[in-house]
């Protein structure tokens, strides 16, 4: 009876072992979930390794460091490599406060190839990440900032607390000021291949005022980093392609002897330059991904550019940093 259950379970196992690689080869969905939970796993296992360690230092900031050595492999065991540019305005040692577009949690894979280059540089995180542990927690001890999202009052407190120590200790401060994740999925990617360089407004969300007022209450220059589309991802479908995504820091934007009437407008010329940046790195990114159609020459009006992506993102029924 032992060794007819034993026979079973051996079975089971056998059976795993050989649908899984088969799942996973012909399923995107299977191999959607299969990559996330990789990622989230991994991250997972590395903060109960990196808690005991960081608990020495606790809220240093470059405990990140730490963080981003042992996590950055986690993107080649994705697929996804990334490609930096403008690195002499990140590894300038000054405070100030980086803006930058939020697509998905895949965002963090790319903040881990920025972290040795920034060196100093802290996160405003929603407060429910504190409590997923074991991330919550070290990420508490690399001196996050953690900010209620639905109190807009108490959020501001929190980051002005901050503030002091950010200049007097020249940290970085990353915000997303668009406040939630907006992914430039397939469709967006489509629309954007339509319009061409010129981009689209709607690529981003509307930019949030926190990150701005810091900025200029601190008098500390304001550092666009825009993240190429994620034209690999689409959460919708659940398909999670291997990718390409270029990762761009421009120039500061100065904003010392500027006062709160000037927000509106250093608001409105960085999300212009940041919009500019998305599309024409969004479409560089593509044209040199071998495993999806090169964009013709003629962006905006080229019907065969916009049947093959039509194609490729709704089939019909037959159908760098390393």
């Known amino acids: 009876m032992i060794q007819m259950a034993l026979n079973s379970t051996e079975l089971v196992i056998v059976g795993l072992v050989l649908i899984l690689p088969f799942l996973y080869e012909t399923s995107k969905v299977f ?3 299969i990559k996330f939970c990789l990622y989230y796993g991994i ?24 963080a981003s050595v042992l996590c950055r492999h986690i993107s080649g065991l994705l697929g996804l490599k990334w490609e930096l540019r403008g690195r002499e305005h990140l590894e300038k040692e000054q405070a100030c406060v980086i803006v930058a ?18 060196e100093k540089c802290t996160v405003v995180a929603k407060k429910e990440l504190l409590y997923a542990w074991p991330f919550g927690l070290a990420a508490w001890l690399c001196g996050l900032i953690f900010i209620d999202r639905f109190n807009s009052e108490k959020a501001r407190e929190t980051i002005n607390a901050a503030t002091c120590k950010i200049k007097e200790k020249k940290i970085k401060l990353w915000v997303f000021p668009e406040g939630t994740r907006n992914t430039c999925g397939p469709m967006k990617t489509a629309a954007l291949m339509k319009a ?50 270029i990762m761009t820091a421009l120039p500061p934007i100065e904003t010392r002897g500027l006062g709160p009437e000037d927000l509106d407008l250093i608001l409105n010329r960085t999300r212009e330059v940041m919009l500019s940046t998305f599309a024409e790195s969004s479409l560089e990114a593509l044209s040199n991904d071998l495993s999806w159609p090169r964009p013709s020459a003629n962006l905006s009006t080229s019907n065969s550019s916009q049947k093959v992506f039509r194609n490729r993102f709704n089939p019909g029924p037959k159908s760098s940093i390393n």
């Open 31 to 33: 191999r959607y979930y």
């Open 43 to 66: 991250v997972m296992a590395i903060a109960v390794f990196v808690i005991p360690i960081m608990m020495w230092r606790p809220g240093e900031v470059k405990n990140l460091l730490l």
């Open 101 to 118: 577009n939020h697509q998905s949690s895949l965002d963090v894979l790319g903040m881990f190839e920025l972290w040795p280059v920034m």
């Open 196 to 245: 061409g360089n010129g981009g689209s407004k709607d690529l981003m969300l509307p930019f949030k005022k926190g990150a701005f007022h810091v900025a200029l209450s601190a008098q500390i220059p304001i550092l666009p980093v825009v993240f190429s589309s994620y034209y690999f991802l689409d959460g919708h479908q659940k398909h999670l392609d291997p990718g390409h995504v």
